[in-house]
């Protein structure tokens, strides 16, 4: 059976009720957005498939809309599909760029491969002796936070984290590559089987027990892509799974952040996608004096930032939109702040230009956290 026929038959049990485009972000943020569309219409015809092509980088494939269609319609999956019917030329300039700039330097941003290290500047201890060693745990940076100035606080928080809980762990420097998350995001999948196995096999080298990452997407890709490619020889873990395990086995202690008012925001990829959901919750209640609240929708049931699917890149006004509407709710409950475990939520809802304060959850576990949104 071909993708295609195997979506058409999941996409007939669509009953045209709307309840997705009540849960979209997008729609949300006030784009006419018609998910209805991509399930029921959207690809039926090559002249109907070759319109929405385009279309469907208007989608942060959050997983919101199959989460409460009431017949399960695979959205997300028809998305990714006619992504992947964009020929190169039909591809948005951005996500084009994009897919360029990993077939060519290995990271969505085109930077060079020194840059990877920008994000150590600031760390009172270097990294170096840390960069290809054999060690009980990997770290996986992930190329928007190694390369994006305004994420690099998230790995050098965690790295200070796993000095603090004396944690082994090893970086493959600069010669980690993407997860290759961004390609399946545009439907080049197929494009990323030499990225994958690279990845494994530098860690395999390293004889790691346990791989950490950062980013929910990252992590999506280790732990339910890779197998499906490779064999994974160690256990995978979300940095928020990571660090609930340290704080259980009591090498990790958190101390005072004083009178913090948070509500956490639950990455798409990591609640929905992953199903890690209470983990986190179990880790900020660890830490003293912190007040945690949550959005009226949370958990599986949270709304998107608009900071994923690659929208920033295809429609960033729009993505800004969907971030102001989840900063709003924030303000609406009294928080001092808002902690999140993504990258990707973390640029998205700080570049929104906001007063409130966006706190990434690695960041809390130093006794300290950011004063300001850079």
């Known amino acids: 059976m071909s993708e295609?026929?195997?979506?058409?038959?999941?996409?007939?049990?669509?009953?045209?009720?709307?309840?997705?485009?009540?849960?979209?972000?997008?729609?949300?943020?006030?784009?006419?957005?018609?998910?209805?569309?991509?399930?029921?219409?959207?690809?039926r015809t090559p002249r109907r498939e070759k319109q929405t092509s385009k279309d469907s980088f208007n989608c942060t494939l959050c997983m919101a809309c199959v989460n409460v269609c009431p017949r399960g319609v695979p959205v997300p999956l028809v998305v990714e599909y006619l992504r992947g019917q964009a020929g190169e030329k039909e591809l948005p300039s951005n996500i084009k760029q994009m897919v360029e700039n990993i077939r060519e330097s290995g990271n969505i941003h085109g930077a060079d491969k020194e840059d990877w290290l920008m994000w150590t500047y600031e760390l009172e201890e270097p990294v170096e002796d840390r960069i290809k060693v054999p060690a009980e745990v990997?770290?996986?940076?992930?190329?928007?936070?190694?390369?994006?100035?305004?994420?690099?606080?998230?790995?050098?928080?965690?790295?200070?984290?796993?000095?603090?809980?004396?944690?082994?762990?090893t970086i493959l420097g600069p010669d980690e590559t993407?997860?290759?998350?961004?390609?399946?995001?545009?439907?080049?999948?197929?494009?990323?089987?030499?990225?994958?196995?690279?990845?494994?096999k530098a860690f395999k080298n390293l004889k790691i027990k346990t791989?950490?990452?950062?980013?929910?997407?990252?992590?999506?890709?280790?732990?339910?892509?890779?197998?499906?490619?490779?064999?994974?020889?160690?256990?995978?873990?979300?940095?928020?799974?990571?660090?609930?395990?340290?704080?259980?086995?009591?090498?990790?202690?958190?101390?005072?952040?004083?009178?913090?008012?948070?509500?956490?925001?639950?990455?798409?990829?990591?609640?929905?996608?992953?199903?890690?959901?209470?983990?986190?919750?179990?880790?900020?209640?660890?830490?003293?004096?912190?007040?945690?609240?949550?959005?009226?929708?949370?958990?599986d049931e949270a709304i998107c930032c608009g900071g994923g699917g690659l929208l920033r890149a295809y429609n960033l006004e729009t993505a800004e939109k969907a971030a102001k509407n989840k900063i709003r709710e924030a303000e609406e409950l009294g928080v001092d702040a808002i902690v999140t475990s993504c990258p990707a939520c973390l640029q998205n809802l700080i570049k929104s230009k906001n007063k409130i304060k966006i706190i990434d959850i690695a960041e809390l576990f130093q006794g300290q956290h950011s004063e300001t949104n850079r």
């Open 211 to 299: 791989l950490v990452t950062s980013c929910p997407a990252c992590f999506r890709m280790w732990r339910d892509v890779y197998p499906k490619i490779t064999e994974i020889p160690f256990r995978v873990e979300h940095i928020t799974q990571f660090i609930s395990r340290l704080i259980e086995e009591g090498k990790l202690k958190p101390e005072s952040v004083g009178d913090l008012r948070v509500v956490y925001h639950d990455p798409c990829e990591l609640a929905r996608g992953c199903g890690v959901i209470e983990e986190p919750r179990k880790a900020l209640k660890n830490i003293p004096g912190l007040k945690l609240k949550e959005y009226k929708q949370c958990k």
């Open 4 to 43: 295609k026929t195997d979506l058409l038959k999941k996409t007939d049990k669509c009953i045209r009720c709307g309840t997705c485009i009540a849960f979209c972000p997008v729609a949300r943020a006030g784009l006419p957005v018609n998910s209805r569309y991509f399930a029921s219409e959207g690809f």
């Open 138 to 169: 990997g770290y996986f940076v992930g190329c928007n936070s190694a390369y994006s100035p305004s994420t690099a606080r998230i790995p050098a928080a965690t790295v200070k984290l796993f000095r603090m809980a004396n944690v082994d762990f």
């Open 178 to 200: 993407c997860c290759a998350a961004p390609l399946l995001m545009a439907g080049r999948l197929r494009e990323a089987k030499k990225l994958i196995e690279d990845n494994v």
